[in-house]
């Protein structure tokens, strides 16, 4: 079901499918973008000659680490840890370290990719990066999350600096494991870099609104997606799935601008709830006592519980998938498409299939791809590193206030690329593209390196 390849593009294609053998997440975010860069290469025949997009899909370094650590039964575990360095052209390496067992080169690979192109549509100075282990947090002590992360940073140290490579958050990282790393990082350097990681905690360098970025600045791009199309989130229903960060702060700015939630889930199943889901609660659950988003119907009776439920079942006007990869399939595009749904918010990296993707773009609703979309967290990451540099911290109305004409600034960017292109209201082709050419402007720029 995924669209042609223009004839320029599919050889450079094939080669990244022979060099990359197995990486089926890489492969598949490589062939998203690809799909939407012929026309580009047409206007700009300076690409084509310097293998621009060659190199774009090679990364630029590749770090793979044993991470011995000790769990308290006093057994020896073993991890592997990755680094993918993958394009400084606009700044340093700036992504999220991933820690979950579905972790392999694969997956950091493809949200090294996606990395490229969202920090470059942020227009802030920050290159593509990505990094992570195999790592599962599930189920560990405290105790245990911090000898892991001071064994990860004790490889990684040596390749990271305020202007080198800046990690921060993902999947299974969050404040308390940036605060380990951090602690180590500073230990073993015996410097006070504060610029070398963010997500900090607000004691030591960290920045307002960066907990709650990526959310609501998901819920900004669909609040702009929805106002081209002469509507708002007042009194639509909305799905939102995952119960981690960004679905969170998704669920609070959508209830701030006047939306209903009624359901959100985790890998074990889904809240259902009508009356609106109590975010209070969740956060009660998830963020201070770390439970599964089951215990939520202990609480409020009248919710319902759907274990291993599909969330994309139930009726809604806006959906927001928030959890992980490949969540949403055709099936499910479907079926909220069927329902309904009018507008797609992408909070995860690449939640939804290729063929997923197809069905929204041809029922003609508006879709956010993750790449624009949630760009808002590592943006608000480049203004906790601008804060660093400056020994200065910003407020939380003046950080939110960034933050937000920053994803408007980007909803506007691939609108009017998509327009530019011949694919009004396309904002897959507009993002690709507009992400692309920046950063082959700055490759061009600094030669054959
Ligand atoms: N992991 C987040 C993302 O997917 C944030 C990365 C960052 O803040 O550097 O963009």
């Not at 702009?224 to 679905?247: D, I, Q, W």
Request: net charge negative.
């Amino acid at each position: 079901m995924t669209a042609q390849l223009d004839e320029k593009v599919e050889p450079i294609y094939q080669e990244v499918l022979r060099r990359n053998p197995g990486e089926t997440e890489f492969h598949q975010a490589v062939r998203e973008v690809l799909e939407s860069l012929g026309p580009v290469l047409v206007k700009h025949p300076e690409f084509r000659e310097r293998k621009i997009i060659e190199r774009i899909c090679e990364p630029e370094r590749q770090i793979i680490f044993r991470v011995p650590w000790q769990d308290d039964k006093g057994e020896v575990q073993i991890n592997r840890g990755f680094r993918v360095e993958f394009n400084s052209a606009l700044g340093p390496y700036k992504g999220g370290l991933r820690f979950h067992p579905s972790v392999y080169l694969g997956i950091i690979k493809f949200l090294g990719f996606e990395q490229i192109f969202k920090n470059s549509l942020t227009g802030m100075p920050i290159g593509g990066g990505k990094g992570g282990s195999d790592f599962d947090p599930k189920g560990r002590s405290d105790d245990e999350i911090m000898r892991f992360c001071q064994s990860f940073m004790t490889e990684l140290y040596r390749h990271l600096g305020e202007y080198t490579d800046v990690p921060a958050g993902d999947i299974g990282v969050g404040g308390r494991e940036i605060g380990y790393l951090f602690g180590q990082y500073k230990r073993i350097t015996n410097r006070y870099e504060s610029g070398v990681l963010t997500g900090k905690g607000l004691d030591y360098g960290g920045s307002l609104v960066r907990t709650e970025a990526t959310g609501y600045g998901a819920t900004f791009f669909v609040k702009e997606m929805l106002r081209v199309r002469g509507e708002s989130f007042e009194g639509k229903t909305c799905l939102v799935s995952g119960s981690g960060n960004v679905a969170i702060y998704t669920i609070e700015k959508i209830h701030q601008l006047g939306g209903k939630v009624v359901a959100c889930s985790d890998s074990n199943g889904v809240i259902h709830d009508d009356k609106g889901i109590d975010l209070d609660l969740v956060k009660q659950l998830k963020e201070v006592e770390r439970r599964r988003i089951q215990d939520y119907v202990e609480f409020r009776k009248h919710a319902h519980y759907l274990p291993g439920g599909n969330i994309w079942d139930i009726p809604c006007q806006v959906a927001m998938p928030s959890a992980t990869q490949n969540e949403i399939n055709g099936r499910d595009a479907l079926s909220l498409v069927k329902n309904g749904c009018i507008a797609v918010g992408e909070g995860a990296n690449m939640p939804t299939t290729p063929e997923g993707v197809r069905i929204f773009l041809d029922a003609g609703i508006a879709y956010g791809p993750g790449k624009a979309a949630n760009a808002g967290g590592v943006a608000t990451s480049a203004l906790e590193m601008q804060q660093n540099a400056s020994r200065d911290a910003w407020s939380f109305e003046y950080t939110e206030k960034r933050l937000a004409e920053i994803m408007k600034g980007i909803h506007d960017l691939c609108y009017e690329m998509a327009d530019e292109y011949g694919m009004p209201g396309n904002y897959v082709i507009g993002a690709n593209i507009a992400g692309f050419i920046k950063v082959a402007k700055a490759m061009v720029s600094h030669g054959l390196i």
